[in-house]
Nanobody, 128 residues
Framework: QVQLVESGGGLVQAGGSLRLSCAAS????????MGWFRQASGKEREFVAA????????NYTDSVKGRFTISRDNAKNTMYLQMNSLKPEDTAVYYC?????????????????????WGQGTQVTVSS
């Protein structure tokens, strides 16, 4: 079956960096778009970033543009989120997600309803 496993979360000071990884199994990885979402305590889950199945096209929520970079390595069945210049408001549980619907080569799924599989989440805490 499809499994998504996140890693790389932790505690970091404001201004620091973390790199999240999402390892996928049970799926032909390079066929599908993927994304990252996050949910802060007491808030709804929100979109962070998405990458097309080709890896060529990316999309970000405005609050992380210029600080976060999403990428994927189709040979390793792994997606990444490089997070730089972290702020306390980035504190949340981060989830990776997989959209197994057929999409255009450059499509970046950016809504939670487009995703079919989710990881268990990894906590990111940014201290001020």
């Amino acid at each position: 079956q499809v499994q998504l496993v996140e890693s790389g979360g932790g505690l970091v000071q404001a201004g620091g960096s973390l790199r999240l990884s999402c390892a996928a199994s049970g799926v032909t990885f390079n066929r599908y778009g993927m994304g990252w979402f996050r949910q802060a305590s007491g808030k709804e889950r929100e979109f962070v970033a998405a990458v097309s199945r080709s890896g060529v096209r990316t999309n970000y929520t405005d609050s992380v543009k210029g600080r976060f970079t999403i990428s994927r390595d189709n040979a390793k069945n792994t997606m990444y989120l490089q997070m730089n210049s972290l702020k306390p408001e980035d504190t949340a549980v981060y989830y990776c997600a997989l959209d197994v619907s057929y999409r255009d080569y450059y499509y970046t799924p950016s809504f939670s309803r487009e995703y079919d599989y989710w990881g268990q989440g990894t906590q990111v805490t940014v201290s001020s």
